[in-house]
């Protein structure tokens, strides 16, 4: 299947690939963007920032000016919010694409290596090299995905727990696996 | 700033300008071949190990180690913090809290309140100790659940 039928089906996908923040050089204010200042406060940033060189701007703060200059697509792609983000900045920004998804029906891509970004956000997980779509899965505990990029932590536990003969439900939420392993000891 | 251990350094705003506390550090921030390593004296990987297993990147700590040159792992992901017996953690610009990785780890509201998380197995030791599951943290999958399901 093809990324954009994938879309169509899904909405919210997550590419397990490579991304690069590519954005023109300038100040933030010259970024053609309707209502700059409410844009801002949106990515967590605020109007100090229209004085700002690009290249002066921090990853983190490079990741959010790239967002905002994506409102107005019907697609959105961000990338690599695990090296960009904090884990604050993570769940928020997760929030927001969601919002972007349901309240404007917006189609979004992220892009990154670190699957537990995708937990509560992406409907699919497709892997991709060299253009090319190598695999993909729905199921956060499918084995075959992590030939293709790091197991989450709980998910490692888990699968170690299930190896023996307790078998913990597979959840990607931390507190429902504290009350499950509560239940099984 | 004069550091004599090998170090994870974590901010909550990842900014290559906090490099230049790091002077005399060799900056790493795109991929590298080991062998290229191993005339430096000290080097700061720059957010470069996002894509690597852990023991991988052990892997390159004790190359490192064993050729006496002194690392420091800039990141935003916790998670490699474990892989170093001492921990920094800037706010912003300045240094929030530091110490002996495990001593950090425990200031755990702290941490939260700036926006980081803990790593998994601390965080899953911690709840199970409010449970009174575990009495310690445990890094380790099977050491955990050998002590959970004795």
């Known amino acids: 299947m093809e990324i954009n039928s994938l879309l169509k089906e899904y909405e919210i996908i997550g590419l397990i690939s490579s991304y690069e923040l590519k954005i023109k050089d300038g100040y933030v204010k010259d970024l053609s963007i309707k209502d700059i200042s409410k844009a801002l406060k949106m990515v967590l940033l605020d109007d100090s920032y229209l004085d700002k060189k690009i290249s002066d701007l921090t990853l983190n703060e490079l990741f959010k000016i790239d967002l905002l200059t994506k409102f107005n697509n019907d697609l959105i792609v961000v990338g690599n919010l695990s090296k960009y983000l904090n884990y604050k900045d993570i769940e928020y920004f997760k929030k927001l694409l969601l919002k972007l998804n349901n309240s404007y029906h917006k189609k979004i891509v992220v892009i990154d290596n670190d699957i537990k970004v995708f937990f509560n956000l992406v409907k699919m997980i497709v892997v991709i090299k060299d253009k090319k779509v190598l695999y993909t899965t729905n199921d956060f505990f499918d084995n075959n995905l992590y030939k293709y990029t790091k197991c989450p932590k709980i998910i490692s536990f888990i699968n170690e727990v299930n190896s023996s003969k307790v078998i913990l439900n597979k959840t990607i939420d931390i507190y429902e696996l504290i009350k499950d392993i509560y239940r099984s000891v | ?150």
């Open chain 2, 1 to 150: 700033m004069n550091i004599i251990t090998n170090v994870t350094l974590v901010s909550t705003n990842i900014n290559k300008d906090l490099l230049k506390k790091y002077q005399d550090y060799y900056v790493i921030d795109k991929s590298f071949k080991i062998e290229d390593l191993l005339n430096k004296q000290k080097i700061i990987f720059f957010n470069v190990f996002n894509e690597l297993e852990e023991d991988k990147i052990k892997e390159i700590y004790q190359i490192l180690i064993d050729h006496q040159i002194l690392f420091i792992n800039y990141t935003n992901n916790m998670e490699e913090a474990l892989l170093t017996k001492y921990l920094i953690i800037y706010d912003k610009e300045n240094i929030l809290i530091e110490g002996p990785t495990m001593e950090v780890l425990k200031n755990e509201k702290l941490l939260k309140r700036i926006g980081l998380s803990l790593p998994f197995m601390v965080e899953l030791s911690l709840l199970l100790k409010d449970y009174n599951l575990v009495d310690n943290i445990y890094l380790d999958n099977k050491t955990l659940k050998g002590i959970l399901w004795k």
